[in-house]
């Protein structure tokens, strides 16, 4: 009796037990989100659209996001650009890929897309290619996040993560501080 008693608490607590779901990218470095990327800008979110595509294997809910271009820091790009990002909603009916980044209208982002067209993130490192801008409602100074949300205090701060006791602490950088960093790195690449 106490072995059927187990083996059912074990196929109970197993049944009972939600699927983990995650997507693991290793955090490129700001040098590698740079080079790799084939284009950067900062965009403003004007449209998300969520549709069915037909692919080989299926269909597959895709999400496109319409971007107003506010400055291009790489590449070549015209005052609108669309990106597309697998998963979506479409309705009641969901597909969320772990990770890939949510935008709502009126978002302000640095994107650096890679130059893959079909891929499950046109961003460089998945979502580490997302860097949020956010106005500080004091000065008026636009400001940098990570994907995530964190402060970014510098551009040394991308990539893996470091332990820094006084992470609460740190004052995001400025736009045109991250913007700096990225023509310098670009102007540093170049062959001479």
Do not use: Y
Not at 176 to 188: I, M, N, P
């Amino acid at each position: 009796m106490f072995r059927r008693l187990s083996l059912l608490t074990m196929v109970c607590t197993v049944a009972a037990a939600g699927v983990a779901r995650s997507t693991t990218v290793i955090p490129p470095t700001f040098d590698a989100l740079v080079s790799s990327a084939a284009t950067i800008f900062v965009g403003e979110v004007m449209n998300v659209r969520s549709e069915w595509e037909t692919t080989p294997n299926g269909r597959a809910i895709i999400t496109l996001v319409t971007f107003r271009v506010e400055d291009v820091w790489k590449g070549d790009l015209g005052a609108v650009t669309q990106l597309e990002f697998l998963g979506g909603e479409i309705g009641d009916l969901g597909m969320r890929v772990e990770g890939s980044p949510v935008f709502r209208l009126g978002q302000r982002d640095v994107l650096f897309v890679n130059s893959i067209v079909r891929a499950v993130s046109p961003l460089v490192g998945f979502m580490h290619g997302r860097m949020r801008v956010e106005r500080d409602t004091v000065s008026g100074v636009d400001r940098v996040r990570t994907f995530d949300g964190r402060a970014l205090g510098s551009v040394a701060q991308v990539g893996p993560r470091r332990a820094a006791p006084s992470l609460a602490s740190i004052t995001p950088m400025r736009l045109a501080e991250l913007e700096t960093a990225v023509r310098s790195r670009l102007g540093a690449g170049r062959p001479r």
